[in-house]
């Protein structure tokens, strides 16, 4: 802003100013000290019209504006949770009880419990609050305003509430008001019409503070998706966004990709069960190649098969920056060896991919072995998912050579897998020199009823590769303490030269580890933490395991704290058992 300054005058210019239209005012002190309010437009204050002779009437006028307190500027209203009186849980209670009496409903017995259970008198958010399967209508949401006045939470869940126009209009007004939640969950509300997708669109655009939404088992009809898309693209601050079970395909993926071409905040992607197919995979390389900011694409459960994975492995080799996909799940999508062909070729290229899941699709042998070359020449593999894709020994064998290769490889899962003594006795001797693997998920026992004779002998290399994990994860555990003491130590050393020094050090979360050539200093975690006795996740963000319905219709042989146990899974599984997961192995 200009304190202070000469300015020319126009006294021929027009100074009216229309109706509604607002515009600087300064006092004009002329030679004769008279002083009188002029508008001055902003092109007179940059431009340089001083040089021209046509503007100067021979007074010179000083222009002054107003400082501090007199200044007026525009202020935005404070949040209305920093002036927020703090409420105990039973006063809230009490709130709504008197609220439910006012709108003459009854109130929600699960909403007063999660009140009970959470201590909302600190001011934090509770965890999560639920109205899954509540039948939610005008009065019933009104009477929620004194509960969502006073307590806010990380996951508000809607799931299958019923919810319609009117009932969702006021509702997302209290959620934007309130800044209720940060993660919303809409899904299986399969009354929901265009006018409240129009609902959905005002809440993102206006609710900086959601960063993840669930719309699973949704109806996107009409032009839903076109709200829903230009939404994504016009400033949501959206991180996560599920849209699974919704039939998403053909023209309404479309919309959805070209959405999210410009979309620069959104980083994880769920596209689950939406009945994909290969020209599909079209619009997925497409978005790839356009959006870097994108972290994680889930796929499970469609139907790509060989020619979607190449449109999509396309776009991944496009993605040469720094910046690109870190995790790509492609759980049962009908792929075969010809799809590992396109892999490798990505892998060899693509230099950002941390974690591939391919489980539960027709590789076998010739697919591992076709993906071996890709694995080797990679060099940002984390995790690695082959549950169920049909290998043998000969497979086997061709990943021991990427384990004893790879110095950055944390977990391999090969469950469910025709694997005999061969295969098993390669992996153990691979382990010996990889010091980086810490979680090897492979089952105890063969499971071919031909190789009952060999038991001990595989059960052996079992323990000899549990055992390997189990180094691995000391390793890991000890570098960490190791560098946690370092930074602990470099913290130190900031704030004591603080104290001496009169200026402010400012020094970042991380410290770089210097490189030496001792084995024992290689840097065994992955750049994002994990807990040590997993291994990691196959995901990025949530963990999301595998679920029930995705495993093969075999019996597969599971170690759950030591105990074998049985666990019949079934292809045609319904989508009613989609929450049951299976317990992965967390053996020490």
């Not at 004009?28 to 007179?44: D, G, H, K, L, M």
């Not at 209670?93 to 008198?121: A, D």
């Not at 043998?392 to 090969?414: P, Q």
Request: net charge negative; aromatic share 6%.
């Amino acid at each position: 802003m200009i304190s202070s300054g000469i300015i020319p005058v126009n006294p021929l210019e027009d100074t009216h100013v229309q109706l509604g239209e607002t515009m600087p005012v300064a006092e004009v002190y002329t030679s004769s000290n008279e002083a009188r309010p002029v508008p001055i437009r902003s092109s007179s204050v940059y431009s340089d019209e001083s040089s021209d002779p046509s503007i100067d009437d021979g007074r010179t006028r000083v222009v002054k504006f107003k400082t501090g307190k007199e200044l007026v500027a525009f202020q935005a209203p404070p949040r209305y949770f920093i002036r927020r009186d703090t409420k105990t849980s039973d006063s809230v209670i009490q709130l709504y009880k008197e609220s439910c009496e006012k709108y003459k409903v009854k109130p929600i017995q699960t909403l007063i419990k999660t009140i009970q259970e959470s201590n909302i008198s600190l001011g934090e958010r509770i965890a999560r609050i639920s109205f899954r399967g509540e039948k939610l209508d005008v009065r019933i949401v009104e009477s929620l305003e004194d509960v969502f006045r006073h307590v806010q939470c990380e996951v508000l869940d809607l799931e299958n509430t019923y919810l319609e126009d009117q009932t969702a209009s006021a509702l997302f007004d209290m959620i934007e008001f309130y800044e209720t939640a940060h993660r919303i969950r809409i899904g299986s509300n399969h009354r929901i019409s265009a006018h409240c997708w129009m609902y959905v669109y005002q809440l993102l655009r206006k609710s900086p503070f959601i960063t993840q939404l669930d719309c699973e088992n949704s109806d996107f009809i009409d032009n839903s998706m076109s709200l829903f898309a230009r939404a994504l693209r016009n400033g949501c601050n959206l991180v996560t966004l599920h849209i699974e079970h919704c039939r998403l395909t053909g023209r309404h993926l479309l919309i959805l990709a070209s959405g999210l071409k410009t979309n620069l905040v959104l980083r994880e992607l769920f596209l689950g069960s939406n009945d994909l197919v290969p020209p599909d995979g079209m619009q997925l390389g497409n978005l790839l190649k356009f959006n870097t900011r994108l972290e994680l694409l889930d796929v499970r459960n469609n139907k790509l098969s060989d020619t979607g994975i190449a449109y999509i492995c396309e776009g991944l080799k496009e993605q040469t920056d720094c910046r690109g996909l870190t995790t790509l799940m492609l759980w049962n999508n009908h792929l075969t060896p010809f799809a590992c062909e396109y892999l490798s070729h990505c892998l060899i290229t693509n230099s950002n991919l941390q974690t591939l899941e391919v489980g539960s699709n027709d590789l076998r042998n010739e697919g591992i072995i076709i993906l071996k070359e890709g694995f080797l020449r990679n060099k940002s593999l984390l995790r690695v998912g082959l549950v169920s894709t049909k290998f043998e020994s000969e497979g086997a064998i061709a990943l021991a050579e990427f384990v004893a290769d790879s110095r950055r490889l944390v977990r391999l899962d090969i469950r469910a897998n025709n694997i005999r003594v061969a295969g098993s006795m390669a992996l153990a001797h691979a382990m010996k020199v990889n010091f980086s693997v810490v979680r090897l998920d492979v089952e105890e026992v063969a499971r071919r009823e031909g190789l009952k004779d060999y038991q001990s002998v595989y059960h052996e290399f079992y323990e000899q590769l549990q055992a390997q994990c189990k180094r691995n994860r000391t390793r890991a555990e000890d570098e960490n303490n190791r560098r946690l003491m370092i930074q602990k130590q470099v913290a130190n050393q900031h704030i004591s030269q603080s104290i001496d020094s009169p200026t402010r050090i400012e020094f970042e979360n991380t410290i770089s580890i210097p490189n030496t050539s001792d084995e024992a200093s290689v840097i065994l975690l992955p750049p994002r933490p994990f807990e040590m006795n997993d291994g990691g996740d196959f995901f990025s963000g949530v963990p999301l395991p595998l679920r029930k319905e995705q495993l093969p219709s075999k019996v597969i042989q599971v170690q759950n704290d030591g105990d074998d146990k049985e666990l019949q899974t079934n292809n045609n599984t319904s989508s009613d058992n989609n929450d049951q997961v299976l317990k992965e192995d967390t053996a020490s």
